[in-house]
């Protein structure tokens, strides 16, 4: 293969004795001294061309396996993998069950060894909401050494102590949970009718000060402010745990760098409020308490792939 750079364009020619594609050659656009080549997917296994014949390779359809869900499903624990298989949980279960024998999954997955790190569990003493809205979890996570390609450095957790159902947002600055915080408030209160009673939270300066402490005040919201290193923020805690495992290993499958952590991240929380969760009646999921309908989980893939 012959590659030629010009000013505002550059030219791919194969040789003349390339198997397939000999003597073809293709012209990518220059932008900002990066080649750009527009490359358009053609369903076919072959194209007639001057009268040659030209085989392309074919994409071989994935067997669905138990393993390859567990992966779909963000290397979720192996036991919640089987509920969401067997249990019928949600809406395009057909689409998910493509066999009839035993599941089986591989003795050990390298990637969750990688990225899940053994730690205990954080105590839980409080007692849990009978209502959307009456009690909510906030904390953050970061800086991180790497910034993601839209300058984030750190993230925001928001979690209902009813519904489980997480809310994240990537921060350029620990002062942006004001304004993650408002988008929640709006659509919880917007969902449930109900209004913000509690909200759970340590003694960050972001949470307890500024503009999130004073909106908190004047709207009569209580601040459940936890006692300086101690576990008393446990739920939220647990989940950012959950989380960082999560990408960690993902990452870690994926080969991708350190800096796709907020998309990983983002796609970790989807994912959790999509599965079913302990905390929840049985077999039941965060999406389903929050939307009143089963989830459907048959579009997604292996992250990364």
């Known amino acids: 293969m012959c590659v030629h750079f010009n000013e505002d ?10 198997p397939t594609l000999n ?27 001057d009268g040659t014949k030209v085989v392309f390779p074919t994409f071989p359809l994935v067997e669905k396996t138990p393993a390859l869900w567990h ?59 009978t209502a959307i809205c009456e009690l909510l979890h906030m904390d953050s996570c970061g800086p991180f050494p790497v910034l ?8 925001s957790v928001i ?23 408002l988008k929640v408030e709006s659509l919880l209160e917007a ?13 960050a300066k972001e949470f307890s000060q500024g503009k999130l402490s004073d909106h908190l005040t004047s709207h009569g919201i209580v601040m459940q402010v936890t006692a300086p290193y101690h576990s008393q923020n446990g739920k939220a ?17 994926s080969g991708l760098p350190m800096s796709f952590w907020g998309d990983v991240t983002l796609t970790m929380n989807y994912i959790h409020n999509h599965i079913p969760t302990s905390v929840l009646p049985t ?10 309908s089963k989830p459907d989980l048959s579009h997604l893939h292996v992250w990364g792939c």
């Open 9 to 18: 364009s550059t030219l791919i020619h194969l040789h003349s004795n390339h």
């Open 23 to 49: 003597g073809l050659f293709f012209m990518a656009t220059v932008v900002h001294h990066l080649s750009f080549l527009h490359c358009e997917f053609i369903p076919l296994n072959f194209l007639i061309s």
């Open 71 to 129: 992966w779909r499903f963000g290397h979720m624990g192996i036991d919640a993998t089987c509920v969401l298989l067997t249990k019928f949980l949600t809406k395009e279960y057909t689409t998910i069950i493509d066999w009839t024998g035993p599941l089986v999954f591989p003795e050990c997955c390298v990637s969750c060894l990688i990225g899940k790190h053994p730690q205990l569990p954080y105590s839980n003493h409080g007692h849990c909401a």
């Open 148 to 155: 993601t390609p839209h300058k984030k450095n750190s993230f």
């Open 159 to 181: 979690l209902d102590n009813k519904l489980n159902f997480g809310h994240i947002e990537l921060l350029s600055a620990k002062s942006d949970v004001y304004s993650a915080y």
């Open 191 to 203: 969902k449930s009718g109900n209004h913000i009673v509690a909200v759970h939270m340590d003694g």
């Open 237 to 253: 805690k647990h989940f950012i745990h959950t989380l960082e495992d999560g990408f960690q290993t993902l990452l870690a499958d």
């Open 283 to 292: 077999n039941t999921t965060p999406y389903e308490v929050m939307h009143k």
